[in-house]
């Protein structure tokens, strides 16, 4: 009877970590849907080309901005974008980036919400940047 109860058990643990597993995949594509929606990713050279006649914003934390940033990036952290939507401008598209890109692909679906609609994402992201940088 023990064998019988540790086997169900077993059973039980698998469907909920299976359940877990697939929650999370389909938040990914959610995520990946809606970042398409929001916002056009660019090549290295797209974002360098544009980047002049842009809004460029660095999504990341005070302290990793510091570390070393695209020149001529604003930091405006994810975490305080909220309080933020008055100093980025409409009128000029936004360009994005962070160290990959998920970060970015988030700040992108709250800016489209608010009603932004010229936003762009560095597809490699800043990990993967070889144009001019600064730290502080």
Do not use: C
Not at 14 to 31: D, P, S
């Amino acid at each position: 009877m023990n064998v019988f109860l540790a086997s169900n058990t077993m059973w039980v643990i698998n469907g909920i970590l299976a359940l877990i597993l697939l929650g999370i995949g389909l938040y990914e594509l959610y995520i990946y849907i809606q970042g398409r929606r929001s916002a056009k990713m660019l090549s290295e050279e797209e974002f360098k080309e544009g980047m002049r006649k842009a809004q460029v914003l660095d999504v990341r934390e005070r302290d990793e901005f510091n570390a070393g940033h695209i020149l001529g990036a604003r930091n405006i952290p994810y975490t305080v974008l909220a309080n933020s939507y008055n100093s980025i401008r409409k009128d000029q598209p936004i360009y994005l980036y962070e160290r990959k890109k998920g970060l970015a692909v988030r700040t992108a679906i709250k800016l489209k919400k608010q009603g932004y609609q010229d936003i762009y994402i560095l597809k490699s992201g800043f990990a993967e940047w070889t144009g001019k940088t600064k730290a502080k």
